[in-house]
C-alpha cells in the first residue's frame, strides 16, 4: 500500500485582475500604488471588492488567503514531510499550480501574494534551478486524468453525511486517493466538478473554513495509516 494522498482545492478564488474591471477606478489606482499591471496583481476582495461586484460568480472570487491557509497546513503536516501528500491548487478560472512536497511557503500574507504574483508572470518559481511551483492552464478534469487517482471524494455540503475519520477510513483503502476541497468562500461546486467524484461527503452540518477540512483529513488519514504511531516509533529506535 502506497498510503499517498491527493489534496486538490479545487475552483480556488486565487486569480489575477481580470481584464474586465482593470479600467475601474479602484483597480487603477491600487495599481498605481503598486507598480505593477492588473494582469499580474493578484484579485483580493480585501482591496477590490468594488471593483468585483459585477464579475461572474463574483461570491466565489478574490479570496486568496484561503489558498495560503490550505497550503500551510497541508504542506506543514506530518503527511507531507514523509512524502505522502500530493498538493494541487485548481483556480476558478482553470489554472493548476503543482506544488512540489519540500515547498516551504512564506507564512507572511503579503510575502504569499508577492510569490503567487511572480508565478503568474513567470509560470514557475524559482526562475532557476529546481522548481517548487508551477503554473499551467489546465481544466479539474484534465488534471485528475493526469494523476490517476483510485477513488475521489469530494467535501460538498449536499453530500452524505460522515465524520472525517469514516471518510479517511476510506481513503486508507485506496491506493492513490484524493479529495477535493473547495477553495472559495461562498456557494458550491461546479456541477462538472462534482460529476469528476466517486463520491461527495458531508462532514458538519455547519459549513466549515477549507482550512479545517485540510487539516482534519490530513490528521484523520494519518491516523487511518498508523503515521502517528510509526513516526514515534521511529523517534524512540533512533534515540535508542
Known amino acids: 500500500m ?85 498538493t494541487y491548487v485548481h483556480t476558478i478560472n482553470d489554472y493548476v499550480i503543482s506544488i512540489e512536497p519540500e515547498t516551504r ?49 469530494a467535501f460538498e455540503r449536499g453530500g452524505e453525511p460522515k465524520t472525517f475519520e469514516e471518510v479517511a477510513l476510506k481513503l486508507a483503502e485506496e491506493d492513490r486517493p484524493a479529495v477535493l476541497v473547495g477553495g472559495f468562500p461562498h456557494g458550491e461546486f461546479s456541477e462538472g466538478i462534482i460529476k469528476l467524484a466517486n463520491e461527495t461527503v458531508c462532514v458538519d452540518p455547519e459549513v466549515l473554513e477549507a482550512w479545517i477540512v485540510v487539516s482534519r483529513i490530513i490528521y484523520e488519514y494519518e491516523r487511518a495509516i498508523g503515521l502517528p504511531r510509526r513516526r514515534l516509533e521511529r523517534l524512540r529506535r533512533d534515540g535508542a
Open 105 to 153: 511557503l512564506p507564512k507572511n500574507f503579503n510575502r504569499f501574494i508577492g510569490l503567487i504574483e511572480d508565478l503568474f508572470e513567470r509560470r514557475c518559481v524559482p526562475p532557476s534551478g529546481k522548481t517548487l511551483l508551477s503554473l499551467e492552464e489546465k481544466g479539474l478534469a484534465e488534471l485528475i486524468r493526469t494523476i490517476d487517482p483510485t477513488y475521489i471524494i
Open 2 to 86: 502506497i498510503d499517498l494522498l491527493t489534496i486538490i482545492l479545487a475552483e480556488s478564488a486565487l486569480e489575477p485582475i481580470p481584464r474586465e474591471i482593470w479600467t475601474h477606478p479602484s483597480i487603477r489606482s491600487f495599481s498605481k500604488r503598486r507598480g505593477k499591471h492588473p494582469r499580474l496583481i493578484v484579485l483580493d476582495r480585501s482591496y477590490h471588492h468594488f471593483a468585483m461586484k459585477n464579475l461572474p460568480n463574483s461570491e466565489k472570487r478574490g479570496r486568496p488567503d484561503i489558498v495560503h491557509f490550505c497550503l500551510l497546513e497541508a504542506l506543514g503536516s506530518p503527511l507531507n514531510k514523509e512524502g505522502l501528500l500530493r
